[in-house]
């Protein structure tokens, strides 16, 4: 019986709802480029910090998630949003976004949310968005390596 519960548990789709600032972009890292005079990332948007974007790989790696933007990004158009995975370049792959047409983040994910109930999910954001399956970063640091773990295991359980 175990193996049989194993198997769709591997079969169901995992994703990330992923917001980027203070997620994979941080306020230390921001700093630490605008001293250094650094150009900014692809569409003259913040600096992509590299020790969160290894983090978030690492996530995904362990979990083969998938990755829906829940960002204020999403607003960006997808061909826009594919550079972006392609520039920096982003891990994973970018299964969609949350509905753009819903102003309110928060609203938006619970919609998503009713579009597959029957997925894995887990949502990245260092605002407290009051959903289930939130993790919550600090913004000053972003996605760290005490994350990941914590993330990884609400995927995989």
């Known amino acids: 019986m175990a193996s ?3 198997n769709l548990t591997e079969k169901m789709a995992k994703y990330i709802l992923l917001d980027f600032d ?13 001293r250094e005079h650094a150009e900014p990332n692809i ?31 999403r607003n960006l158009w997808s ?20 509905p753009v047409w819903i102003l309110d983040k928060k609203e938006a994910i ?13 949502i990245i954001d ?11 970063t600090d913004h000053r640091m972003g996605l760290v390596d005490e994350d990941a773990d914590k993330i990884i295991a609400l995927l995989n359980s």
């Not at 941080?26 to 480029?33: F, M």
């Not at 983090?55 to 995904?60: A, T």
Request: charged fraction near 25%; include cysteine.
């Open 4 to 6: 049989i519960l194993d």
């Open 22 to 34: 203070g997620v994979i972009t941080s306020h230390r890292y921001s700093l630490k480029c605008y």
């Open 43 to 73: 569409y003259g948007l913040d600096w992509f910090d590299p020790e969160c974007i290894a983090i978030l790989k690492g996530i995904v790696d362990e979990t083969g998630a998938e990755i829906i933007v829940s960002s204020s990004w």
């Open 79 to 98: 061909v826009q949003l594919q550079r972006i995975w392609e520039y920096v370049p982003m891990p994973g792959k970018l299964a969609g976004i949350v």
């Open 110 to 122: 619970r919609y998503w949310l009713k579009q597959h109930p029957d997925d894995r999910y887990v």
């Open 126 to 136: 260092d605002d407290d968005l009051g959903l289930d399956n939130q993790y919550r």
